[in-house]
């Protein structure tokens, strides 16, 4: 149960790092009934980003800070049967040597959030989400603040508008 709330928490906690400092327009990657593979990865946004030790340092104590918080927001919207289903499938996903967003994907797919469930998952992320996209922005410097906005940009070009959410 631990791995797979872990799961759900990191790609809860990445789908949200991938919208640093990005509008607040909705965007598929920000929404944790979304498969993991549609993410940019574990903070993975900031490759590419040229991060020095003491910031790569920063994040990673972010990282450790934010988990049990993601993970605890998660767990809140998820049945007991829902979270049983869920470890069941990363279970089985991992003994079958999926890794990362195969592992999410099969846990998603075991989970089938209802509607309710997602808003409420959505409502309870949100301010973490803006906490978390504040610190780390606070790390960065301008120069990679604009780089970011142009990677989020460009990954935001790639992913398929879905015209009901976007009312």
Known sequence: MRVVSVVLALAVSLAFVGQLLAADQACPTTKPEHNGHQMMGAFGVLKGLNLTDEQKAKVKELRKEYMPKFKEAANSVLTADQQKARDAAIKTA???????????????????????????????????????????????????????????????????????ESK
């Open 94 to 164: 991992k003994a079958a040597g999926e890794k990362g967003p195969a592992v999410f994907k099969a846990a998603k797919a075991a989970v089938q959030l209802t509607d309710a469930q997602k808003a409420k998952m959505k409502e309870a992320i949100k301010p973490l989400k803006k906490e978390l996209r504040e610190k780390i922005k606070a790390i960065l410097t301008p120069e990679q603040q604009e780089q970011l906005k142009a990677k989020i940009a460009k990954h935001k070009a790639k992913m398929p508008v879905n015209t009901e």
